[in-house]
């Protein structure tokens, strides 16, 4: 018998209002949130005092490119490492150096782990 009072939607709120009730991000230290589609990722830095989008970057640009060139085809963990590294680029070029990472719903593994790896490596504290 199918649980009719229970939804995947709902399910995946709750999940994402718990983890942004601890976080926030300031014009000094944004909060990084990222998106994940079964096909592209894609993230952004946030302050949440001005409610503004400071930085965005996604893969579905990358991706555009590397089929446009004909090179070998990257895998999603690694068009989440690429979008790690331009949001970091781009953070870098405001004199950022530290932000908050925020996983959303989804769980801190994969290319999720990817994208925050990528920005550590670029020198950016998360």
Do not use: C, W
Not at 37 to 56: C, E, M, P
């Amino acid at each position: 018998m199918k649980n009719t009072n229970y939804h995947a939607n709902d399910a995946k709120a709750r999940r994402t209002k718990r983890v942004r009730a601890k976080l926030f991000g300031t014009a000094q230290r944004p909060r990084v949130t990222v998106y994940r589609s079964n096909r592209y990722i894609s993230a952004q830095a946030i302050d949440d005092n001005a409610q503004k989008t400071l930085v965005f970057a996604k893969d579905a640009q990358q991706a555009e490119k590397s089929n446009k060139k004909s090179e070998t085809k990257l895998t999603k963990t690694q068009r989440a490492t690429v979008v790690g590294e331009m949001i970091a680029q781009q953070l870098k070029t405001m004199k950022i150096q530290s932000v908050v990472f925020d996983r959303g719903p989804y769980r801190y593994h994969g290319r999720i782990k990817a994208v925050a790896d990528a920005l550590r490596a670029q020198g950016v504290q998360v």
